[in-house]
């Protein structure tokens, strides 16, 4: 079986990108295949790499606030463009109360700060849709 | 420092406790075979004068406000002045941070700082299409004139000193403000306050970047150039460390990239015939400061001593101003935990003490609610009273640089000049900081250092007390601030208000000129300010520059 394919995205203009580098690096190191966007993508960006990747999961870093403008946004170009095969989790500075919202709206799994970079990676492991 | 007769005594002494020690240890180890610092660095067991038996106390360390500034930028230190205690701020609409900025001055905050959103940041308008869901999100939404106008109403320009954190825009931001001054009757040479104007750490750490480094380096030094003739007591950039060490960076990494950087600035300056003494003066500092109190003080001394030399030395400085490093400091935003979020006033406390005993010009203390959102008005009042009860009740504030002479501090301070010293040669051989950061050796080494920092959080080597060690159930917190989404709607909205109303002819005008300047070496500040004069929005003098530099692609390792 050929490893685990995983987009780690930076969307909108958010700079910080300490935590999917890390991120990216310990999915890595357990074994998966990683491309790291880097910076400012928009959401047809993100979307289109996936699919040209052929990923099987989208792990995008936003601490920027913007997370319930563009996280649905992502959702919605997936459910678009017809895939339903990627699993789509996001990380960051995400208050709990806008957690159940964001997850209606077509988010999997959210780790806020000081998730374990393990706990992460096992999610994945265990919730990839092949 | 010490006589030979004491040092070979203790030698002895310390050779006879060395063995004595280790036998104990047999029967009673120690709690971890070897101790590091916060930056993990190995620390010893006990320090002597032995340590450091090579200083020569009037060369290396000397006394506060003379070279090599090891003891402090000041004579009279906090003893004179105590640091402006500037909280940075500001999110939404200018109506709202306005607010905000008038209470933190009630509360005694005594210089402003200002936050501005992304889009502003990366020289967006509000209604274009990247600013989508960012708008007034990390900061104020500043699109024109206007906004600045209102940003400031009621608050007399001559009388406080604002930071602006704003870096690839600076110039634009500069000129509003001079603009906005103008209006209220204020002259430039009255102007008192820092633009961060630093782009090489946001392509190294930081992300607000625009175009590519050189035409950035030539904006940088147009100001420089602009505000030694006009805006004498501004400063001009204030090259910073804060956000390379928020990325994962060691403390030795934060100092040698940072003066990195600073080496960087002065050649390009230098370059574009400007004299040493001219702008150094105006070159500010900016640190982060963490949680190994013994380890951040030794990082600020080493990092006075290390610039003091290199301007000195290396670019012949003459006036002793163009040598003193002056520093804001800002608390560490990635030590807080969203874990227990009280226990963060906790870690403020022992980095306001860092930040203090190591000389601080200038403090930002980060709130409680920083790993969670925006910080709400109330925490924001305990992070600014943490600095006041340290400024007036701790005592630490009544001699200079108090830690200075503890065997361990110099160590410690000695090592750190050491280590950042090596990355500057580092830098220097390939070509110096924009080529470094062009190939990624800059953001590669932080990126190391930020991994490992992780790998021992979760194998639970260092402790993160309510993290990994000490947690307990807990609710989700409530009370958390947040920006109002119609915000970008009504930013939006002004803009297509102001687009009607103003004198669309000049606008054109000003940004054809512009765009002419930008062609030629002219300095562009006159232009810039003409523009935002007849309100050319930050967007449309943004995508004049863009058009003729233009944009910088980031270079992508993991």
């Known amino acids: ?130 | 420092m010490f006589r030979e007769d004491v040092l070979s005594d203790l030698k002895e002494e310390k050779k006879k406790f060395d063995e004595k020690t280790e036998k104990l240890l047999e029967k009673r180890p120690e709690r971890k075979d070897v101790f590091y610092s916060g930056s993990g660095e190995e620390v010893k067991r006990v320090y002597t004068p032995l340590d450091i038996q090579e200083m020569n106390y009037n060369d290396d360390i000397g006394l506060p406000g003379e070279y090599p500034f090891t003891r402090g930028a000041y004579g009279s230190m906090h003893r004179g002045r105590l640091w402006t205690m500037r909280m940075y701020a500001g999110f939404a609409t200018a109506e709202e941070s306005n607010r905000r900025y008038k209470y933190l001055v009630e509360q005694g905050s005594s210089g402003l700082s200002v936050a501005f959103d992304l889009p502003t940041q990366i020289g967006y308008d509000s209604n274009h299409e990247l600013a989508n869901g960012e708008v007034g999100k990390v900061g104020v939404a500043i699109d024109s004139l206007k906004d600045m106008e209102v940003l400031f109403d009621g608050i007399p320009l001559d009388k406080v000193s604002t930071s602006m954190t704003i870096n690839a825009p600076a110039g634009v931001l500069l000129a509003m403000y001079i603009a906005v001054a103008e209006k209220q009757g204020v002259s430039p040479d009255k102007l008192r306050g820092t633009i961060q104007n630093d782009i090489l750490k946001e392509y190294i750490a930081r992300g607000t970047y625009i175009y590519p480094t050189k035409p950035s380096m030539r904006l940088i030094t147009d100001i420089f150039e602009y505000c030694s003739e006009n805006v004498p007591k501004w400063n001009t950039i204030s090259i910073s460390g804060y956000h390379i060490r928020e990325a994962g960076s060691t403390a030795a990494q934060e100092v040698g990239f940072t003066i990195a950087d600073g080496i960087a600035y002065v050649e390009a300056a230098l370059e574009a015939g400007l004299d040493v003494d001219a702008f150094a003066p105006r070159l500010s500092f900016f640190f982060n400061a963490h949680n190994d109190l013994l380890e951040e003080v030794a990082k600020f001394r080493a990092a006075r001593r290390l610039w003091a030399k290199i301007m000195k030395e290396r670019f012949g400085a003459k006036n002793p101003k163009s040598m003193t490093m002056k520093f804001h400091t800002q608390t560490g935003g990635s030590t807080l935990t969203a874990q227990q979020p009280e226990n963060n006033i906790v870690r403020v406390t022992i980095q306001t003490l860092a930040a203090v005993l190591g000389g601080t010009q200038s403090l930002h203390t980060n709130s409680k609610d920083e790993a969670l959102a925006l910080p709400s008005e109330d925490s924001v009042r305990t992070a600014l009273r943490t600095q006041q009860v340290v400024a007036h009740e701790s005592g630490i504030t009544n001699t200079a640089d108090p830690l200075a002479g503890s065997y361990f501090i110099e160590s410690k301070t000695n090592e750190i000049e050491k280590a950042a010293l090596e990355y500057i040669e580092k830098i220097d051989d390939l070509g110096g900081a924009p080529e470094a950061i062009n190939k990624g050796y800059i953001q590669q080494e932080i990126m190391d250092a930020a991994y490992n920092y992780q790998k021992e959080v979760e194998t639970n080597e260092r402790v993160i007390v309510g993290m990994n060690k000490f947690q307990i159930d807990e609710k989700p917190p409530t009370g958390l601030l947040k920006v109002d989404p119609a915000v970008e709607e009504k930013q939006t909205k002004q803009i297509d208000e102001l687009k009607e109303n103003r004198d669309s002819k000049a606008v054109e005008t000003s940004l054809e000129d512009l765009k002419k300047a930008c062609e030629t070496d002219e300095n562009v500040m006159p232009y810039i300010l003409k523009a935002v004069k007849v309100y050319a929005t930050l967007g449309e003098i943004s995508d004049v520059m863009r058009e003729v530099f233009g944009e910088y692609q980031q270079s992508v390792k993991l």
């Open chain 1, 1 to 130: 079986m050929r490893p685990i394919r995983v987009l780690v995205a930076k969307p909108g203009l958010d700079g910080h990108d300490r935590g999917a580098k890390v991120i990216a690096r310990a999915l890595r190191d357990a074994g998966m295949e990683v491309i790291y966007t880097g910076l400012r993508q928009t959401v047809n960006q993100i979307v289109n790499a996936a699919i040209q990747e052929d990923v099987d999961c989208i792990a995008v870093s936003i601490l920027s606030g913007a997370h319930e403008t563009l996280l649905p946004k992502i959702s919605n170009l997936l459910k678009e463009e017809g895939v339903d095969d990627i699993l789509f989790i996001a990380g960051g500075v995400i208050p709990e109360d806008d957690i159940p919202s964001l997850k209606e709206r077509g988010v999997a799994e959210i780790f806020t700060p000081g998730t374990p970079t393990t706990v992460t990676i096992d999610y994945i492991k265990e919730n990839i849709r092949r």
